[in-house]
């Protein structure tokens, strides 16, 4: 009787249920970095118009490349070569940011964009590079291919809503642009070492830890405010507010 309980198809689907749960919080947990990332790339474009249609097309790119790496994963993972590809691409990006000539405010900068289109293949690549990471978790997770996918499909929803948050912080906060880099060289890391050597990667909690402590470094001190820029503007609106 007790067996006929646990075997139940109402119990196999709160399973399956919990899974996804445990799955879409993984993906969430672990984007993070990923959309600090993402941010900091579409802050690239001057217009926020741009910034954004840079990031909703960006991650449509990505969740294509994104899907196609989870049907892939059995075959990705038995080549060491995609996770030194990713894990070099990220830790440019790292180098990039930091060797960057600092701006008026005393700041490094991302790569910066003449036009929508240079900007929406580096967003895709730079998902994709962070993938290489999640998907291991997530497959380790699940064997199951339709709940991994269902779960990547809610967490680049979620990646695409924190990203747009993360675009205003960064204007915010002072150190969450270095913050958010010295992530991606953490997961840069990450990658390179499952790529040598499977034994030498940090288990899930250490990084989540180690990540969350820079990112509380990142929102430690706002930016302190440009009161005559402010007050320009306030004028400016009033003038077309008259209009």
Do not use: C
Not at 35 to 50: H, P
Not at 61 to 79: D, K
Not at 203 to 225: D, H, Q
Request: aromatic share 10%; net charge negative; proline share 2%.
């Amino acid at each position: 009787m007790l067996d006929q309980v646990l075997n139940s198809p109402f119990n196999q689907g709160i399973e399956t249920l919990l899974l996804l749960l445990i799955l879409v919080i993984l993906e969430a947990v672990l984007s993070a970095d990923n959309a600090i990332a993402l941010a900091a790339i579409s802050k690239g474009l001057e217009d926020a118009k741009l910034q954004r249609q840079a990031l909703n097309l960006g991650l449509l790119v990505a969740y294509v490349l994104r899907m196609s790496l989870i049907l892939t994963a059995t075959l990705v993972t038995q080549f060491w070569q995609f996770e030194l590809l990713g894990a070099a691409y990220l830790l440019w990006l790292v180098f990039q940011y930091f060797t960057s000539n600092k701006d008026e405010d005393g700041e490094h900068h991302g790569p910066r964009f003449a036009t929508l289109w240079q900007a929406i293949p580096m967003i895709a690549l730079t998902d994709l590079a962070f993938s290489l990471d999640s998907v291991t978790t997530a497959i380790a997770v699940s064997k199951q291919t339709w709940l991994v996918l269902t779960g990547a499909t809610i967490g680049i929803i979620a990646l695409r809503f924190m990203a747009g948050l993360f675009i205003r912080w960064l204007d915010e906060f002072e150190h969450l642009g270095d913050a958010g880099y010295f992530t991606v060289g953490l997961v840069g890391l990450r990658l390179l070492a499952r790529a040598f050597n499977e034994d030498l990667v940090p288990p899930e909690w250490l990084m989540i830890s180690v990540i969350a402590l820079i990112f509380l470094w990142g929102f430690s001190k706002r930016t302190v405010p440009d009161l005559k820029a402010e007050t320009d503007t306030e004028e400016v609106e009033k003038q077309e507010s008259i209009r």
